[in-house]
């Protein structure tokens, strides 16, 4: 039996989806991300290829001759295009979810995430170009 949308709603006025905390909330929500970035990693090739340059210049700013902060920078700026790419995946899920007909305003958020993505990219490469590739001149040297 389908139930309808007011039997969803606490008492509180709150979804009856949310957590209401305590210490399964954490496994739970621990155990949703897990699901949610392993669907990504199966269904998403641009997750899958952006994981793969994570899993090769990750390992080269831990090496790399550079400072702490630097070695954040280096790593960071490729944690940001996986969030954003996971990010920008479940807005077109949720457009593809609401109707897969061409649609104006579907087709511009769908590009307004992919530009987000882009973006992070040019981070990316700015990021490695002032950083990475300096250290690995003087690596050279």
């Not at 070695?71 to 944690?79: E, H, K, M, N, P």
Request: glycine share 6%.
């Amino acid at each position: 039996m389908k139930k309808t949308q007011g039997e969803f709603v606490r008492a509180d006025g709150e979804s009856g989806f949310k957590s209401l905390g305590g210490p399964s909330r954490l496994f739970n929500a621990l155990k949703y991300s897990w699901n949610g970035l392993c669907e990504a990693i199966r269904v998403e090739a641009a997750i899958r290829q952006e994981l793969l340059l994570c899993a090769l210049l990750i390992p080269l700013a831990c090496w790399l001759p550079v400072t702490p902060v630097e070695r954040v920078l280096l790593i960071a700026s490729l944690l940001l295009v996986l969030i954003v790419e996971l990010l920008n995946s479940a807005l077109e899920a949720v457009v593809d979810r609401i109707s897969l007909e061409t649609h104006d305003m579907s087709r511009r958020a769908k590009d307004f995430g992919s530009a987000a993505v882009l973006l992070c990219l040019v981070l990316v490469a700015l990021v490695w170009v002032s950083l990475g590739v300096p250290a690995m001149i003087q690596l050279v040297q």
